[in-house]
């Protein structure tokens, strides 16, 4: 018999999550449509049979005309997401607060709000926000950037709570990820310059004794894209080798 018809949204596609990501959606059958910052996309262009929308998360005319495109999904993955300078809040300022907000916990609910229209047109589905184990796990230094992402957490139990039966929503938590997100991000940097982490001290704290790479983050997303987590929503699946238990 043959698989249903199933289309997914990636946004943040053309980073390297998004990219195994992508790849195994493929993989699975799914019709794939990536958004992402233009200079993302012209870096790291999607397979030919994947449809790509530019999009920027601070300027909600973007979102607008990019969701507008969209059609009806089944499934929406948010994988954007904005890392501030590593620094204690109190040398920190508004603006940095503003673009850390604006760059995660804004552009979140914003595509959030623009998705679920295109959700119901195809009869429900699923969506996954991509946050952090530093919105638990608090370090010093990333006080930005956890506060945003433990926002996206709430974020995502209210939807889960407002938009059932229909639509699931459901976070994926990660730890660090060998991927150009920890050297700037793509599409806003080089990614070529040496990482902020200390990695062998940070793989010393690691039971599972390495660093997540982008297939470990995707084979989370997939199930609670799918039907094997269909009676799960408003949950967080921390993916971190046991660095932390929330």
């Given amino acids: 018999m043959p698989k249903p018809y199933q289309k997914m949204a990636i946004l943040g596609g053309a980073g390297g999550i998004g990219r195994a990501l992508v790849n195994r959606a493929l993989e699975e059958g799914w019709d794939v449509v990536v958004l992402d910052l233009a200079a993302s996309l012209e870096r790291h262009a999607p ?10 998360l601070r300027d909600e005319d973007s979102i607008r005309a990019a969701f507008k495109d ?4 089944n499934g929406f993955v948010n994988l954007a997401g904005y890392m501030t300078s590593m620094r204690p809040l109190e040398e920190t300022n508004v603006a940095e607060f503003d ?7 804004r552009g979140a ?17 699923a969506i996954v926000n991509i946050v952090s184990g530093l919105a638990t796990n608090v370090r010093p230094g990333y ?41 700037g991000g793509t599409g806003r940097s080089d990614e070529d310059v040496p990482s902020h982490l200390n990695i062998d001290a940070y793989i010393s704290m690691t039971p599972l004794a390495r660093m997540a790479v982008a ?32």
């Fill in 109 to 125: 609910y914003l595509a959030a709000l623009a998705v679920l229209p295109c959700l119901r047109d195809a009869g429900g589905g």
């Fill in 70 to 73: 969209l059609g009806g999904i």
């Fill in 215 to 246: 297939d470990d983050i995707v084979g989370p997303i997939m199930f609670l894209l799918g039907a094997d987590s269909s009676f799960m929503t408003g949950q967080t699946l921390w993916v971190n080798g046991g660095g932390y238990m929330p």
């Fill in 99 to 105: 673009e850390a907000m604006s760059g995660n916990f």
């Fill in 143 to 183: 006080g930005l950037y956890g506060a945003s992402k433990a926002a996206m957490i709430h974020l995502t139990k209210t939807l889960a709570m407002e938009v059932a039966p229909d639509i699931r929503v459901n976070a994926v938590g990660p730890a660090a990820v060998d991927t150009a997100f920890l050297r």
């Fill in 47 to 56: 397979p030919k049979e994947v449809k790509s929308i530019a999009i920027d």
